[in-house]
């Protein structure tokens, strides 16, 4: 309800969040569906709950809010003047306008990182996981990685860093599951 907060009233606030609600899980599902990798679902917060959000100006902007808040109130809500649609349509804009500009200017971004072998990890490390080879241990998996695993990511990463050693939680977790 964010892009609407001034101009929306308390019960449209409510319907907005249980949409909000259904659009995040449809779309984390879709994700799933799709094979998509987003371990924090940061696209269904973000991008459909964002999209969603401003949609939903359009459909429930109070008028009389919007006056309170200093806006035209020439062109309130699809729900409050049914003919006339033009703050929806100004909403779909204004999607379609920062979906098109962040494609321009982060296509090109995405293919240097690319191109650099910069995008993605290699699979030992997503293997690993990146808590491990970047914070020196596990955040959520309270299982610790295969041993010979984690030896051939600090050989690997002394490669390209320098000497790196395994720290000794990293070491000792490992052991213990080998054990």
């Not at 459909?59 to 729900?79: K, S």
């Not at 491990?132 to 309270?142: E, N, Q, V």
Request: hydrophobic share 55%; proline share 3%.
């Amino acid at each position: 309800v964010t892009a609407g907060t001034s101009v929306v009233r308390p019960w449209a606030a409510c319907v907005i969040g249980i949409v909000a609600g259904l659009v995040y899980y449809s779309f984390s599902k879709f994700l799933v569906m799709m094979k998509i990798d987003d371990a924090v679902d940061a696209i269904p917060v973000h991008f459909a709950n964002g999209m969603w959000g401003v949609l939903a100006v359009g459909l429930f902007a109070d008028p009389e809010l919007m006056g309170v808040a200093g806006y035209n109130t020439d062109h309130a809500g699809w729900f409050y003047n049914g003919s006339d649609a033009n703050l929806l349509l100004v909403q779909v804009i204004s999607i379609l306008w920062v979906c098109a500009w962040v494609f321009a200017i982060m296509t090109p971004f995405f293919l240097l990182l690319n191109a650099l072998g910069m995008f993605r990890v290699d699979a030992l490390e997503e293997e690993v996981g990146l808590d491990i080879s970047h914070h020196r241990g596990a955040a959520y998996d309270l299982t610790a990685p295969k041993k010979e695993d984690v030896e051939e990511l600090m050989e690997v990463r002394a490669s390209r860093h320098g000497k790196v050693e395994v720290p000794k939680e990293v070491a000792q977790a490992a052991a213990e599951t080998e054990a």
